[in-house]
């Protein structure tokens, strides 16, 4: 099968969407698919650069997301792309620049397109001119219109499922977990310890993750800046990077504590297991994760992790070796401190390993595959002309979008 992926977002852009996209790229190529990218330029990639199966599109940062890209152009050169490859099916991975490229390709060449749900945007809405332009009914409005015509919708999880119906979505919806690939261990946890100066005995808690407001990296400082007077040889990790840093690390100042907690910056792909074998327990404060991609990462790594409830993990952790959800600040650090009192068991990993069966990578593109081929046996051609253009609902989405957010090359 020649498969597209329409995104946004993509290496060497870090961010659970470009890892989610570059997992399922790489499991659907091992099963003998082809693959491929329709994504932004980046200032970080050269123009001249040569990417197998990838197509870089001219973009400009977008508003409120920086490190963010929209596509601007290349509305005709996509179609002709994805003419020559024969592309069977379009999967969006984005609502903005090169998913509405997306759909338009799939219409050109009357093919299926479906697309993956990745953000709630209702928890982001403050980005965007402090939040004056959208608010969350404002979002479940436009990602109805984005919705309409596809043949499909994936949803991450049962949260995600909830929402897009509360928007008033009609296209099918699959629950699909996203699966996670992780590289083997380059330099082992005990490497990591030496380079930060850890004894193999001192308690280490691992933050890793988007510094961003939302997700609340300011409350596993405050819990472990609590824990020292139990563990005053603890040190935490905050790896990472994004618009919230500054703040946080102005919180590390005011409470002294520079000295017991590290801000390390974005980790390559490669060490992330490194970091999380480092740890004897991996936190999230964050309670606006839809797919949790992190916390799949510390199973796989045979960390357990302490996270805020959510119908996601609610799922997810169904025992003590996977993690522990919380609801309130003194479940927090109850948490944290049981992880840290609690030697690693062969038992406890086995049931991760076991875990980790139904979220790994294989499976998800398995998973997806099987949604492919479902709506493409279900998908039937139409000869009306009419198909080919936006509906109204979808004409009007694009124009508060962007306005024409490409132009011919």
Same mark, same amino acid.
């Given at each position: 099968?020649?498969?597209?992926?329409?995104?946004?977002?993509?290496?060497?852009?870090?961010?659970?969407?470009?890892?989610?996209?570059?997992?399922?790229?790489?499991?659907?190529?091992?099963?003998?698919?082809?693959?491929?990218?329709?994504?932004?330029?980046?200032?970080?990639?050269?123009?001249?650069?040569?990417?197998?199966?990838?197509?870089?599109?001219?973009?400009?940062?977008?508003?409120?997301?920086?490190?963010?890209?929209?596509?601007?152009?290349? &509305?005709? !050169?996509?179609?002709? /792309?994805?003419?020559? +490859?024969?592309?069977? *099916?379009?999967?969006?991975? %984005?609502?903005? #620049? $090169?998913?509405?490229?997306?759909?338009?390709?799939?219409?050109?060449?009357?093919?299926?397109?479906?697309?993956?749900?990745?953000?709630?945007?209702?928890?982001?809405?403050?980005?965007?001119?402090?939040?004056?332009?959208?608010?969350?009914?404002?979002?479940?409005?436009?990602?109805?219109?984005?919705?309409?015509?596809?043949?499909?919708?994936?949803?991450?999880?049962? &949260?995600? !499922?909830?929402?897009? /119906?509360?928007?008033? +979505?009609?296209?099918? *919806?699959?629950?699909?977990? %996203?699966?996670? #690939? $992780?590289?083997?261990?380059?330099?082992?946890?005990?490497?990591?310890?030496?380079?930060?100066?850890?004894?193999?005995?001192?308690?280490?808690?691992?933050?890793?993750?988007?510094?961003?407001?939302?997700?609340?990296?300011?409350?596993?400082?405050?819990?472990?800046?609590?824990?020292?007077?139990?563990?005053?040889?603890?040190?935490?990790?905050?790896?990472?990077?994004?618009?919230?840093?500054?703040?946080?690390?102005?919180?590390?100042?005011?409470?002294?504590?520079?000295?017991?907690? %590290?801000?390390?910056?974005?980790?390559?792909?490669?060490?992330?297991?490194?970091?999380?074998?480092?740890?004897?327990?991996?936190?999230?404060?964050?309670?606006?994760?839809?797919?949790?991609?992190?916390?799949?990462?510390?199973?796989?790594?045979?960390?357990?992790?302490?996270?805020?409830?959510?119908?996601?993990?609610?799922?997810?952790?169904?025992?003590?070796?996977?993690?522990?959800?919380?609801?309130?600040?003194?479940?927090?650090?109850?948490?944290?401190?049981?992880?840290?009192?609690?030697?690693?068991? %062969?038992?406890?990993?086995?049931?991760?390993?076991?875990?980790?069966?139904?979220?790994?990578?294989?499976?998800?593109?398995?998973?997806?595959?099987?949604?492919?081929?479902?709506?493409?046996?279900?998908?039937?051609?139409?000869?009306?002309?009419?198909?080919?253009?936006?509906?109204?609902?979808?004409?009007?989405?694009?124009?508060?979008?962007?306005?024409?957010?490409?132009?011919?090359?």
């Amino acid at each position: 099968m020649n498969i597209g992926l329409f995104t946004d977002t993509y290496f060497p852009q870090v961010s659970g969407v470009a890892t989610s996209i570059k997992t399922l790229k790489d499991a659907l190529e091992a099963q003998g698919h082809q693959v491929y990218i329709f994504t932004s330029t980046d200032p970080k990639v050269s123009k001249n650069k040569f990417e197998p199966h990838i197509y870089r599109f001219s973009s400009v940062p977008y508003i409120g997301f920086r490190d963010r890209r929209l596509a601007i152009r290349g &509305l005709i !050169q996509a179609v002709e /792309i994805a003419k020559s +490859v024969q592309l069977d *099916i379009v999967h969006t991975q %984005t609502e903005f #620049s $090169l998913g509405l490229l997306g759909k338009f390709v799939a219409r050109q060449l009357k093919i299926p397109a479906i697309h993956t749900y990745h953000t709630m945007y209702e928890d982001y809405t403050h980005y965007v001119a402090k939040g004056l332009l959208i608010g969350p009914k404002g979002v479940g409005t436009l990602m109805k219109a984005y919705m309409l015509s596809l043949d499909g919708v994936i949803a991450p999880s049962q &949260l995600v !499922q909830e929402a897009l /119906i509360r928007y008033g +979505v009609k296209t099918p *919806i699959r629950i699909i977990p %996203t699966g996670v #690939s $992780l590289p083997s261990s380059t330099a082992g946890n005990q490497d990591l310890r030496q380079k930060f100066g850890f004894t193999p005995e001192q308690p280490v808690i691992l933050s890793l993750g988007r510094l961003a407001f939302e997700k609340n990296v300011a409350l596993t400082i405050s819990a472990f800046s609590e824990l020292l007077q139990t563990y005053p040889d603890a040190r935490l990790i905050i790896a990472g990077d994004g618009p919230a840093r500054h703040a946080l690390e102005e919180q590390v100042n005011e409470l002294s504590l520079n000295a017991q907690i %590290t801000f390390v910056g974005m980790v390559e792909h490669s060490e992330i297991v490194d970091y999380y074998q480092m740890s004897n327990v991996f936190v999230s404060s964050s309670d606006t994760e839809t797919q949790g991609l992190t916390f799949i990462e510390a199973m796989a790594a045979d960390r357990p992790f302490v996270a805020i409830h959510s119908p996601y993990l609610d799922n997810l952790v169904d025992n003590d070796a996977i993690g522990t959800l919380v609801s309130d600040y003194d479940e927090l650090m109850v948490g944290i401190e049981k992880y840290l009192t609690q030697p690693l068991s %062969t038992s406890d990993s086995m049931i991760r390993q076991q875990k980790m069966k139904d979220v790994d990578a294989k499976t998800f593109a398995k998973r997806v595959l099987s949604f492919y081929e479902d709506v493409l046996s279900d998908y039937h051609q139409t000869d009306d002309v009419e198909d080919e253009y936006p509906t109204d609902d979808e004409a009007g989405y694009m124009k508060r979008i962007l306005r024409n957010p490409f132009r011919r090359n």
